[in-house]
């Protein structure tokens, strides 16, 4: 199934979702990061009523699993409630809206999964230098 969004409620959103002009005009890294973060949280539109709930539940995944966003500059950053805030409006087809109960479940398992990565990366490229000190 496709993920489609629709940034046309948005305030602004010609400005707020865009940047560029013409043949350079992309969609804002946020605004991508925002959109494919509606199937990380499992609420697939952010309004004034559910902004915040939206805001803790990506601050929740970013907080276990690192952060979503990748500005156009290649770093990283975490989402922020301005950025949410700006992009009240933006639907997607990502329904019905998940449970608390499955999101905690689901944020559990991803965190999981990230730190057995983590640990077997650092099996794998331990060295000596990695031998713990004794104090």
Sequence with gaps: MS???NLTKI???QSAC???????KRLNPVTEALIFSCILVGIGEITKQNAQEWYVRVHACEHASGAVLRTVE?????ITPADVQAHIGLSTN??????DAVFAKNLWRN???AGERAWRWAQEHATDQDTPVSV
């Design 111 to 113: 965190a999981k999964e």
């Design 11 to 13: 305030q602004d959103y």
């Design 18 to 24: 865009w940047v560029g002009e013409g043949e350079d």
């Design 3 to 5: 993920l489609d969004w």
């Design 94 to 99: 990502v329904f019905p809206k998940v449970t």
């Design 74 to 78: 290649g770093g990283a950053r975490f």
